[in-house]
């Protein structure tokens, strides 16, 4: 047995009984990896342009409808939960669903195993989809295999891709035997004749109007000459046209006289029979039009079984044919076809030796050569993944809060949403949401220069007053970067943000005429919460109102949007409740922990058990569905969102979910002084510092930054603001904590 060095992979591409040559392609990868190594396992999900048309063989592990993007995110939880090592990805324009094929990068996108890519055509001039997908293919594949040099080169011209990521391994062709044509014309009928063959299907772009333009001179001295057109039309042309163009075809070989020596095979021949076919053709002809066209299947297997070959000199034609291996004739020639194809057929000599020629070059190309250093560079690519972290849990050092990044976003208008790595993106502009959140922040942040924090908290306090627009009562959300606003009302979520962040302004803000100031604004629009139907924005408004009522006891509105709020929300728990599904909807989405703070905030407040009781039993049941099987933190990826009693997916967390999850522990530790609450919070808290599904730290301590989420393949590099705010306010939160139980169980008991 020969055991592969890595033991699972999965392949994508089209797949026979698909009549294409990708379906070929992926068919004949597939067969000879599980010929070089039968214990390899290969996961074919093939392509499917008209799902329910074909019927896959045993070996397609499950069918991807082509525009389907759902279907391919589904693919990608399979090839991730499958346990294969690598994905392979045979890669056409055309094949793959959404503009360019870029539904293709959502799938490996969420993927946390290496990709290589075959790239079956590399455009030199591409337009900006076509840009745009193919080098986001390139960013994440960790190998791209090419089938020519020129391949090479335009990937590195074009895209400036570093040279040692690419791969040429060329096109793989069948382990056959040299034979004499005339032993296999009889099958065919072709007894005595001077058989030229043309193979694949049959589109414009294969030039056939040039060969059969030849075919008079050819006749001429050659009156046995026979032009074989092998091949289906292709389905693109059929649903277009249906077979106008081979009828144009035959009127052409009509016209010109040669209609007895043009034969025309509307079948789509698979393997087996393609290669009798080659084998019995005397010379085979490519006269495709296309100067770029970099791969060529049908090329690659009849220079495999020793035929000799005339082509026009398409990129592939012009390396695989070099150095005497076959004859090169310029395109729309046909003139010169006719010539080197009557120069051949009268000197059968020359002929068979050309033969010889191309069939020592096809054996260079075996489908078990191609397999073997396929395997060799998927070996590296597996071998090359990055090492996790080894720190244990108790080494990874809480960070000390630092405004550093905030500022780093932050204008005088107030703080922008998003970034181009470290770098603000002010296309975007500014949103309530992050001014809300820095607001918090400046009443939270210990250490910071007066002078500082009373700047920012003027600059945040004026974004969040200006957001407010009195003839609509709401507060507005996103403000483009020239300071004009996109809408005149904005999500419920973001008012009940606003009205959260004037509640802690107005209880915890450093100075007085801030207090004041939050205390008035939160007076005068809070009313709004009691028209909120959210439930995420009526917990964002009782966390407001909680810290409002701190600061002012008594304040009879908070007191009824909390009382009011918490019954709704016990309401909804009952409604949505199951045996194994205690949560307030019955699907998950973001901030999840906030609905169980909320209550646990409303409950401390009122005095009310039943609130307290049920914010417990949640956050114990959302705690529980943000455990890793290790023990790690895992936030609820986004796309476990929307979807109906069913268990969080692990893709892709962002930052918001950990700070969420760290104060609703710690209110509960407030209330209940139970050190698994602290536990908690700093297991979440941990998930910033790479105690995470992939060992990666999302904070960056130098500068206070924190990466935009932890996804399949690694992180987004992208640090907003929304990230940088649940960061530091996750620090804020955890020191607070930890010195709060310091402070109760002593330094010595203090939890871990």
Same mark, same amino acid.
């Given at each position: 047995?020969?055991?592969?060095?890595?033991?699972?992979?999965?392949? &994508?591409?089209?797949?026979?009984?698909?009549?294409?040559?990708?379906?070929?392609?992926?068919?004949?990868?597939?067969?000879?990896?599980?010929?070089?190594?039968?214990?390899?396992?290969?996961?074919?999900?093939?392509?499917?342009?008209?799902?329910?048309?074909?019927?896959?063989?045993?070996?397609?592990?499950?069918?991807?409808?082509?525009?389907?993007?759902?279907?391919?995110?589904?693919?990608?939880?399979?090839?991730?939960?499958?346990?294969?090592?690598?994905?392979?990805?045979?890669?056409?324009?055309?094949?793959?669903?959404?503009?360019?094929?870029?539904?293709?990068?959502?799938?490996?996108?969420?993927?946390?195993?290496?990709?290589?890519?075959?790239?079956?055509?590399?455009?030199?001039?591409?337009?900006?989809?076509?840009?745009?997908?193919?080098?986001?293919?390139?960013?994440?594949?960790?190998?791209?295999?090419?089938?020519?040099?020129?391949?090479?080169?335009?990937?590195?011209?074009?895209?400036? &891709?570093?040279?040692?990521?690419?791969?040429? &391994?060329?096109?793989?062709?069948?382990?056959?035997?040299?034979?004499?044509?005339?032993?296999?014309?009889?099958?065919?009928?072709?007894?005595?004749?001077?058989?030229?063959?043309?193979?694949?299907?049959?589109?414009?772009?294969?030039?056939?109007?040039?060969?059969?333009?030849?075919?008079?001179?050819?006749?001429?001295?050659?009156?046995?000459?026979?032009?074989?057109?092998? =091949?289906?039309?292709?389905?693109?042309?059929?649903?277009?046209?249906?077979?106008?163009?081979?009828?144009?075809?035959?009127?052409?070989?009509?016209?010109?006289?040669?209609?007895?020596?043009?034969?025309?095979?509307?079948?789509?021949?698979?393997?087996?029979?393609?290669?009798?076919?080659?084998?019995?053709?005397?010379?085979?002809?490519?006269?495709?039009?296309?100067?770029?066209?970099?791969?060529?299947?049908?090329?690659?297997?009849?220079?495999?079984?020793?035929?000799?070959?005339?082509?026009?000199?398409?990129?592939?034609?012009?390396?695989?044919?070099?150095?005497?291996?076959?004859?090169?004739?310029?395109?729309?020639?046909?003139?010169?076809?006719?010539?080197?194809?009557?120069?051949?057929?009268?000197?059968?000599?020359?002929?068979?030796?050309?033969?010889?020629?191309?069939?020592?070059?096809?054996?260079?190309?075996?489908?078990?050569?191609?397999?073997?250093?396929?395997?060799?560079?998927?070996?590296?690519?597996?071998?090359?993944?990055?090492?996790?972290?080894?720190?244990?849990?108790?080494?990874?050092?809480?960070?000390?809060?630092?405004?550093?990044?905030?500022?780093?976003?932050?204008?005088?208008?107030?703080?922008?949403?998003?970034?181009?790595?470290?770098?603000?993106?002010?296309?975007?502009?500014?949103?309530?949401?992050?001014?809300?959140?820095?607001?918090?922040?400046?009443?939270?942040?210990?250490?910071?220069?007066?002078?500082?924090?009373?700047?920012?908290?003027?600059?945040?306090?004026?974004?969040?007053?200006?957001?407010?627009?009195?003839?609509?009562?709401?507060?507005?959300?996103?403000?483009?970067?020239?300071?004009?606003?996109?809408?005149?009302?904005?999500?419920?979520?973001?008012?009940?943000?606003?009205? /959260?962040?004037?509640?802690?302004?107005?209880?915890?803000?450093?100075?007085?005429?801030?207090?004041?100031?939050?205390?008035?604004?939160?007076?005068?629009?809070?009313? &709004?919460?009691?028209?909120?139907?959210?439930?995420?924005?009526?917990?964002?408004?009782?966390?407001?109102?909680?810290?409002?009522?701190?600061?002012?006891? =008594?304040?009879?509105?908070?007191?009824?949007?909390?009382?009011?709020?918490?019954?709704?929300?016990?309401?909804?728990?009952?409604?949505?409740?199951?045996?194994? /599904?205690?949560?307030?909807?019955?699907?998950?989405?973001?901030?999840?922990?906030?609905?169980?703070?909320?209550?646990?905030?409303?409950?401390?407040?009122?005095?009310?058990?039943?609130?307290?009781?049920?914010?417990?039993?949640?956050?114990?049941?959302?705690?529980?569905?943000?455990?890793?099987?290790?023990?790690?933190?895992?936030?609820?990826?986004?796309?476990?969102?929307?979807?109906?009693?069913?268990?969080?997916?692990?893709?892709?967390?962002?930052?918001?979910?950990?700070?969420?999850?760290?104060?609703?522990?710690?209110?509960?530790?407030?209330?209940?002084?139970?050190?698994?609450?602290?536990?908690?919070?700093?297991?979440?808290?941990?998930?910033?510092?790479?105690?995470?599904?992939?060992?990666?730290?999302?904070?960056?301590?130098?500068?206070?930054?924190?990466?935009?989420?932890?996804?399949?393949?690694?992180?987004?590099?992208?640090?907003?603001?929304?990230?940088?705010?649940?960061?530091?306010?996750?620090?804020?939160?955890?020191?607070?904590?930890?010195?709060?139980?310091?402070?109760?169980?002593?330094?010595?008991?203090?939890?871990?």
């Amino acid at each position: 047995m020969n055991r592969p060095p890595i033991q699972h992979l999965a392949l &994508i591409g089209n797949f026979l009984p698909r009549k294409c040559g990708i379906a070929t392609f992926t068919t004949d990868t597939y067969n000879a990896l599980k010929l070089r190594y039968p214990e390899l396992q290969v996961d074919v999900y093939a392509m499917d342009d008209h799902p329910g048309r074909y019927e896959y063989p045993r070996a397609v592990t499950a069918a991807i409808p082509q525009n389907d993007r759902d279907a391919y995110l589904s693919a990608a939880r399979a090839i991730e939960a499958s346990g294969a090592q690598a994905l392979w990805v045979q890669h056409e324009y055309g094949i793959y669903g959404g503009p360019a094929g870029e539904f293709l990068i959502a799938l490996i996108n969420r993927l946390s195993i290496p990709v290589i890519a075959t790239l079956h055509t590399v455009l030199e001039r591409p337009n900006a989809d076509e840009r745009r997908v193919m080098e986001a293919l390139l960013r994440r594949s960790s190998r791209v295999i090419v089938m020519a040099e020129r391949g090479r080169d335009i990937l590195k011209r074009v895209h400036g &891709i570093e040279d040692n990521k690419v791969v040429m &391994i060329p096109h793989g062709v069948p382990d056959r035997s040299f034979a004499d044509p005339d032993d296999f014309k009889p099958q065919f009928g072709w007894e005595g004749r001077d058989v030229v063959l043309t193979f694949g299907l049959l589109a414009p772009n294969k030039g056939i109007e040039t060969m059969i333009e030849a075919m008079p001179a050819v006749v001429e001295k050659h009156p046995q000459a026979l032009y074989v057109v092998l =091949g289906a039309t292709h389905p693109n042309l059929v649903a277009h046209e249906g077979e106008a163009y081979r009828d144009r075809l035959k009127a052409l070989a009509a016209e010109k006289g040669v209609a007895g020596n043009v034969e025309f095979i509307d079948v789509f021949v698979e393997h087996n029979g393609l290669i009798d076919y080659l084998q019995a053709a005397d010379i085979y002809a490519t006269p495709y039009s296309n100067p770029a066209q970099i791969t060529s299947g049908t090329l690659s297997y009849a220079v495999g079984v020793g035929k000799a070959v005339i082509s026009t000199p398409y990129v592939h034609a012009t390396e695989i044919l070099a150095d005497g291996h076959g004859i090169l004739v310029d395109f729309g020639d046909s003139a010169a076809f006719a010539r080197e194809i009557g120069g051949l057929l009268a000197n059968p000599a020359e002929l068979r030796a050309l033969s010889r020629r191309a069939y020592a070059r096809g054996r260079t190309m075996l489908w078990s050569a191609l397999s073997e250093r396929a395997m060799r560079e998927l070996k590296h690519v597996v071998a090359a993944r990055p090492q996790r972290l080894t720190k244990k849990n108790s080494e990874l050092a809480t960070l000390k809060p630092d405004i550093s990044a905030v500022e780093r976003m932050s204008d005088a208008t107030g703080m922008l949403q998003h970034s181009i790595y470290s770098v603000p993106d002010r296309r975007h502009g500014y949103c309530i949401d992050d001014n809300a959140r820095a607001l918090i922040l400046m009443s939270k942040i210990d250490d910071v220069d007066d002078t500082l924090r009373d700047k920012w908290t003027t600059i945040y306090g004026a974004f969040v007053q200006h957001a407010w627009n009195p003839e609509e009562r709401r507060f507005r959300n996103f403000m483009n970067f020239d300071r004009s606003w996109c809408e005149d009302a904005g999500s419920e979520d973001s008012n009940g943000r606003a009205l /959260w962040a004037l509640g802690v302004t107005a209880r915890d803000a450093r100075a007085q005429k801030h207090r004041d100031w939050a205390s008035a604004l939160f007076d005068s629009t809070a009313s &709004i919460a009691l028209e909120l139907g959210s439930p995420r924005a009526k917990a964002f408004a009782m966390l407001g109102a909680a810290a409002m009522l701190d600061a002012h006891p =008594g304040h009879a509105l908070c007191r009824e949007i909390l009382d009011r709020f918490g019954t709704e929300l016990i309401a909804l728990l009952d409604v949505a409740r199951r045996p194994e /599904w205690s949560w307030f909807e019955i699907v998950l989405a973001y901030d999840n922990a906030r609905l169980p703070e909320a209550l646990l905030r409303a409950g401390a407040a009122l005095g009310r058990s039943e609130f307290v009781s049920v914010g417990l039993e949640t956050l114990e049941w959302i705690v529980e569905r943000q455990t890793s099987p290790e023990g790690r933190f895992r936030a609820v990826g986004t796309e476990s969102f929307g979807r109906a009693y069913a268990e969080p997916l692990i893709f892709d967390q962002q930052p918001l979910e950990a700070q969420a999850t760290v104060e609703a522990c710690a209110a509960a530790y407030e209330i209940t002084l139970e050190p698994r609450w602290v536990a908690e919070a700093k297991r979440a808290y941990r998930w910033y510092l790479g105690a995470n599904d992939l060992e990666m730290p999302l904070a960056s301590p130098q500068d206070g930054g924190c990466f935009d989420g932890l996804m399949p393949h690694g992180l987004n590099r992208n640090q907003g603001a929304e990230s940088i705010l649940a960061l530091q306010l996750a620090n804020c939160a955890i020191s607070a904590l930890s010195k709060s139980a310091e402070v109760v169980a002593g330094p010595e008991r203090a939890v871990a």
